[in-house]
């Protein structure tokens, strides 16, 4: 299953609100994960089952879609939200597939 | 706390063998599948590797297979991932993973948790 997300970069300013589009090539169900990667830092799991939030993940963030089209919207964008964000399929494996990623800049 | 602590990455000659380690600690190793994916430079997430529990059961990805090996000592709460046959393209962050959660008999097949990753450079 090949994962697009789009757009491949996003500049936002904090305080915005901001959403990622992932597309699954064929339909997942809702067995989408996104995940977080900031230098220096081991990736997050942010969201899994599509809309589920981690436990620690914070509110302003959320998880939408089943089958083919997920969207991760972040509301109200603090300055540690800027990084890149992964989708990452589980529905059909293997192999497990991930989106390119978005990188969050700062406006 | 969930750990995960990679090791072993460097520079390597295409053509030979390197063998990356992984020490985890913070929850019971032997009662999770664990996972390796590699991140090249300025490109995304690619799955490499992942174990079942004991051991017995094994998948990587065509890119890797026949040349990568995964293992595991629930013992010593250590992960492995042997690669021979090294080639330019296999240049990445290495990243240790737990693989999947189980609820209520069902098992979620995301990536829970990582490692800060190791570096590989495969080049003359």
């Known amino acids: 299953v090949q994962m697009t997300q789009s757009p491949s970069y996003l500049a936002a300013s904090p305080g915005e609100s901001v959403s990622i589009s992932c597309k699954a090539s064929k339909s997942i169900s809702n067995n989408l994960a996104w995940y977080q990667e900031k230098p220096g830092k081991a990736n997050k799991l942010l969201i899994h089952?599509?809309?589920t939030l981690q436990s620690g993940t914070p509110s302003r963030f959320s998880g939408s879609g089943s089958g083919t089209d997920f969207t991760l919207t972040i509301r109200s964008l603090e300055s540690e939200d800027f990084a890149v964000y992964y989708c990452q399929q589980y529905n059909e494996y293997p192999p497990w597939t991930f989106g390119g990623g978005t990188k969050l800049e700062l406006k | 706390e969930v750990q995960l602590v990679e090791s072993g990455g460097g520079l390597v000659q295409p053509g030979r063998s390197l063998k990356l380690s992984c020490a985890a600690s913070?929850?019971?190793?032997?009662?999770?599948?664990m996972a390796w994916v590699r991140q090249a430079p300025k490109k995304g997430l690619e799955w490499v590797a992942t174990i079942s529990t004991s051991g017995s059961r094994t998948y990587y990805p065509d890119s890797v297979k026949g040349r990568f090996t995964i293992s595991r000592d629930n013992a010593k709460s250590s992960l492995y991932l042997q690669m021979n046959s090294l080639k330019s393209e296999d240049t990445a962050t290495y990243y240790c993973?737990?693989?999947?959660?189980?609820?209520?008999?069902?098992?979620?097949?995301?990536?829970?948790?990582w490692g800060p990753g190791t570096m590989v450079t495969v080049s003359s």
């Open positions: 913070g929850f019971t190793f032997s009662n999770y599948y």
């Open positions: 993973a737990r693989h999947g959660v189980t609820i209520a008999a069902i098992s979620y097949w995301y990536f829970d948790f």
């Open positions: 089952s599509g809309s």
